[in-house]
Every structure is written in structure tokens, then in C-alpha cells.
T-cell receptor, first 116, second 114 residues
Framework: GENVEQHPSTLSVQEGDSAVIKCTYS??????FPWYKQELGKRPQLIID?????GEKKDQRIAVTLNKTAKHFSLHITETQPEDSAVYFC???????????????FGKGTKLSVIP | ETGVTQTPRHLVMGMTNKKSLKCEQH?????MYWYKQSAKKPLELMFV???????ENNSVPSRFSPECPNSSHLFLHLHTLQPEDSALYLC?????????????FGPGTRLTVT
């Protein structure tokens, strides 16, 4: 099955700096890579996702890059703000379960702290 | 609360008890999931239902029994649990929309097994 490794486990940055979180996956058939943000005591929420036919996707201050050959993908947050402080999870999926469902394998998460 | 709701939010049960967790999605999605979230571990997929049919059971012990009576409701029946089953249990739902299969999570049920 799929295995997703995520680094670093914790990351502290100064407000305004950039943050980068990296993930690797094992299954070359994986073709969907979402990133979720989970604030303390709250539910995970999707912040950005990318399909394997795209190398990069950007949404305002966040971007995701995908290197299929190396089987890794990264989350980039620019101009970080205190409200970016949360745990970020990457995930990969190669298994389409039928009608609207994907089986996601998650990384262990990165706790990002943005210091004002 | 809209989107995906879960009840109860907190549950304490003994190892010999039987209880059920409930999830309801108000998004018109056709896939629903149960995840287990433990400290310092990744989110673990437990069960997937697509169009009310179970499509995946990731080697989950039989003391966890899911039920999906319709596309909006998902249950997780619990019996003779172990202390290591204490965790946050998250429900999610999804629907293909364009190139995204965003899974919308509920707030979770914090389960403590004593």
C-alpha cells in the first residue's frame, strides 16, 4: 500500500517568512495529492490539492509543487501570518473507491508555528 | 452547524460497553469515511462507503462495526473496546467536483476508553 512521509514534524518561522513542508510517497500510481490544515481543536480542512497531471498549483499565498519522478510534493506558504499556525497534513491517493471517493494515506503532520 | 456533523462530541466508555458514533452530512455527497486520529500518528482511514456500499475496510478490528443506512448518515458501532482505541474519530464526506475530491471533515468524537 501507499506510504507517505512528511517533514519536518515541527516548523517555526518568523511572521512574514516563508514555510516549506515536504512529503514523499511510495506508490507511483498515486495521482491525487491534497493538503489539509488542522487548527487546534478543529477539524482538518482542505487548503489546496493537485492532480498528477499538473506540476504546480498556486492559490494566493500557498502553492504546491509535485515531482512525479522523485515522488515528492511540497507545500509552500509565503508571507506567513500568525493565523497560519496549525498542523498541516499531506496526503496521497492512488485508489479510486468508486463514485466520488478516494482513499487517502496521510502523512504524520507538521506543526507550524508563526512567531509574530 | 452545517456540512458534516458528528455526535456525540465526547464519549467515555468502559471496555465492556456498547456505544455508537453518528455522522450526518448535509452536502449531498455520495461517499463517506471514518478516520481515527491518535496523538503523534497520521490520520488512519478505517472505512469508506461509496453510494452506501462499503468499499474499503483497512484491517480494522471487528470491535468496530460501520453502518451506512443512506447516503447522508454513517454510524460506527463500538463494542468491547480497548484503551488503545482512545482517539479522535473523524467522519468525512466527499463528491467529485471537477479535479477535486475534497473530503469534508466533521468535528470528530473524542473517545476515551477506560
Amino acid at each position: 500500500g501507499e506510504n507517505v512521509e512528511q517533514h519536518p514534524s515541527t516548523l517555526s518561522v518568523q511572521e512574514g517568512d516563508s514555510a516549506v513542508i515536504k512529503c514523499t510517497y511510495s506508490d507511483s500510481a498515486s495521482n491525487y495529492f491534497p493538503w489539509y490544515k488542522q487548527e487546534l481543536g478543529k477539524r482538518p480542512q482542505l487548503i489546496i490539492d493537485i492532480r498528477s497531471n499538473v506540476g504546480e498549483k498556486k492559490d494566493q499565498r500557498i502553492a504546491v509543487t509535485l515531482n512525479k519522478t522523485a515522488k515528492h510534493f511540497s507545500l509552500h506558504i509565503t508571507e506567513t501570518q500568525p493565523e497560519d499556525s496549525a498542523v498541516y497534513f499531506c496526503a496521497a491517493s492512488s485508489a479510486y473507491s468508486g463514485a466520488g471517493s478516494y482513499q487517502l494515506t496521510f502523512g504524520k503532520g507538521t506543526k507550524l508555528s508563526v512567531i509574530p | 452547524e452545517t456540512g458534516v456533523t458528528q455526535t456525540p462530541r465526547h464519549l467515555v466508555m468502559g471496555m465492556t460497553n456498547k456505544k455508537s458514533l453518528k455522522c450526518e452530512q448535509h452536502l449531498g455527497h455520495n461517499a463517506m469515511y471514518w478516520y481515527k486520529q491518535s496523538a503523534k500518528k497520521p490520520l488512519e482511514l478505517m472505512f469508506v462507503y461509496s453510494l452506501e456500499e462499503r468499499v474499503e475496510n483497512n484491517s480494522v478490528p471487528s470491535r468496530f462495526s460501520p453502518e451506512c443506512p443512506n447516503s447522508s448518515h454513517l454510524f460506527l458501532h463500538l463494542h468491547t473496546l480497548q484503551p488503545e482505541d482512545s482517539a479522535l474519530y473523524l467522519c468525512a464526506s466527499s463528491q467529485e467536483e471537477g479535479s477535486s475530491y475534497e473530503q469534508y471533515f466533521g468535528p470528530g468524537t473524542r473517545l476515551t476508553v477506560t
